[in-house]
């Protein structure tokens, strides 16, 4: 075999030279698989902490990084694994996350990416008073970049259909108290709240199911289930305009990708990226290496 040149290519420089490439591409795939890896944001809902058409690094060491949960291209769930953590997020962390999918939805029905700020824990007690956040009874401080869209407030009583759970009398601005659940706690379960866990429960690959007044978990009566995974609240810093955990639910921690460091690229979303030259003009460079916090 010739290259170019009509120099003769040996099996060895083959080898070689076919080395110099793959590397590179290793070394680089592991990065992004198990160190930082870039994600844009889609929506306003974290407004104006990260802006719509901004992309993050986001740290996926820091959590405990995970081999991919979805067979590229697809939204097909595959076995993963996960590296120890160096600590869990937090509350007030930004966090990166596989979107659990809408509040009665087993699996979503596309795969996203979605950045809320980590409001509550493993175990923690999660209340809004009239748009005023609780942590285990503590008031928290809203965000620095925070905002709401009006000053109109739902008041206290008036349950939106919409909300998690099911069947509560929750609104977006008057939620809870709700207790994040943890891996390990046992949850008793009747008719009466069986819509509360019944996709929660099915979520953790269960089938759940209502016969007369018995609850099925697997086919089997019962009156408690053991929680398999820790879960965490999130919320968006738009607050009157995010589809959060006040909506969809707890996400589990096999869903947590990383957290949000820095902003690292930010044009319009809008624009088609065939319209070169408005794409490049749309370049927001005072957004570029902007720290999430």
């Known amino acids: ?25 290793l070394v680089a795939l592991l990065l992004i698989t198990f160190v ?4 844009g944001v889609q929506s306003g809902s974290m407004e104006n902490t990260v802006m719509t058409g901004d992309f993050v690094f986001a740290n996926k ?59 509550g824990t493993p175990g923690d007690t999660v209340r809004v008073i009239n748009r005023v956040l609780y942590v285990n009874h503590v008031m928290i401080p809203f965000p620095p970049n925070s905002k709401f869209e009006t000053t109109s407030v739902y008041p206290k009583g008036y ?19 709700i207790v994040v659940p943890r891996k ?10 069986f819509a509360k866990w019944k996709t929660f429960i099915e979520r953790e690959g269960h089938t759940c199911n209502l016969s007369g007044l018995d609850v099925l978990v697997d086919g089997k009566p019962t009156d408690r289930y053991t929680v398999e995974h820790d ?19 707890f996400v589990p921690d096999q869903n947590i990708i990383g957290e949000a460091m820095i902003v690292y690229w930010s044009w319009d979303p809008s624009i088609p990226v065939y319209d070169l ?13 902007i720290l999430v916090k």
């Open 36 to 39: 930082v890896q870039g994600y």
């Open 61 to 119: 060491f820091i959590y405990g990084s995970k081999s991919p949960l979805y067979l590229p291209f697809s939204d097909i769930r595959i076995p993963f694994f996960e590296l120890p953590s160096l600590r869990h997020p937090r509350t007030g962390d930004v966090v990166v996350f596989d979107w659990p999918g809408n509040r009665d939805q087993v699996r979503p029905t596309e795969q996203q990416n979605y950045v809320k700020r980590c409001i």
């Open 277 to 289: 030259f408005s794409k490049i003009a749309s370049i927001q460079f005072g957004r570029i290496g």
């Open 231 to 249: 879960y965490y609240f999130m919320m968006g810093d738009n607050r009157e305009n995010s589809l959060d955990s006040r909506f969809w639910g």
């Open 1 to 25: 075999m010739k290259n170019k040149k009509g120099k003769e290519v040996t099996g060895k420089n083959l080898n070689s030279t076919l080395s110099g490439y793959i590397s590179p591409i």
């Open 159 to 177: 349950p939106d259909p919409e909300i998690f759970p099911k069947g509560s009398n929750f609104n977006q601005d008057n939620y809870g108290p």
């Open 184 to 193: 390990g706690e046992v949850i008793k379960l009747d008719q009466a709240n």
